[in-house]
T-cell receptor, first 111, second 115 residues
Framework: QKEVEQDPGPLSVPEGAIVSLNCTYSNSAFQYFMWYRQYSRKGPELLMYTYSSGNKEDGRFTAQVDKSSKYISLFIRDSQPSDSATYLCAMRGAAGNKLTFGGGTRVLVKP | DGGITQSPKYLFRKEGQNVTLSCEQNLNHDAMYWYRQDPGQGLRLIYYSQIVNDFQKGDIAEGYSVSREKKESFPLTVTSAQKNPTAFYLC??????????????FGPGTRLTVL
């Protein structure tokens, strides 16, 4: 079993819909949680960075962390075709900076 | 412009050959990383370096080697001992220095294909 599980998709939604993405993990030592967006044949770019449990909002993006359930989510409101990409969750423990990534979910937003 | 550059963008290698992938950053970051990405498997850490002249193995270091002689450069050599080298290779860097929130910035990647 992988340390971080993520549904590979693809997840297809119409423009304007809410995109809901999630990851589950098994390592209770993870404290920092990230979401990266990766366009095809490009390097990932950081979208959201959260610490411990709770919610964080940034524009159309909301990240949620539920440490008791070992479950994190990313919501994209008012989705646009430009949001079509692969979304990767990543996480790490309190010490060090080594990240563990999920496999990524491919999202398609149709006009 | 500050950032991370990787070269070449595409690389073809014959079986049995060693190849070296370049990674350069001008962000003045202490930490640098090499990841391998295969379809559906996310990113897996090959090697990382917290500071010049020091580096550690990641989760899949077998068949790879690195050096960190300069702060801005972290080349990766894929040796003939790597059994399945065809993949997308990503280099990243971060400030490091024990920061609690230490964002990793990624380069554009090198796609290696073994013929």
């Amino acid at each position: 079993q992988k340390e971080v599980e993520q549904d590979p998709g693809p997840l297809s939604v119409p423009e304007g819909a809410i995109v809901s993405l999630n990851c589950t993990y098994s390592n209770s030592a993870f404290q920092y949680f990230m979401w990266y967006r990766q366009y095809s044949r490009k390097g990932p770019e950081l979208l959201m960075y959260t610490y411990s449990s709770g919610n964080k909002e940034d524009g159309r993006f909301t990240a949620q962390v539920d440490k008791s359930s070992k479950y994190i989510s990313l919501f994209i409101r008012d989705s646009q075709p430009s949001d079509s990409a692969t979304y990767l969750c990543a996480m790490r423990g309190a010490a060090g900076n080594k990240l563990t990534f999920g496999g990524g979910t491919r999202v398609l937003v149709k006009p | 412009d500050g950032g991370i550059t990787q070269s070449p963008k595409y690389l073809f290698r014959k079986e049995g050959q060693n190849v070296t992938l370049s990674c350069e950053q001008n962000l003045n970051h202490d930490a640098m990383y090499w990841y391998r990405q295969d379809p559906g498997q996310g990113l897996r850490l090959i090697y990382y370096s917290q500071i010049v002249n020091d580096f550690q193995k990641g989760d899949i270091a077998e068949g790879y080697s690195v050096s960190r002689e300069k702060k801005e450069s972290f080349p990766l050599t894929v040796t003939s001992a790597q059994k399945n080298p065809t993949a997308f290779y990503l280099c990243a860097s971060s400030i490091g220095q024990g920061l609690a929130i230490d964002e990793q910035f990624f380069g554009p990647g090198t796609r290696l294909t073994v013929l």
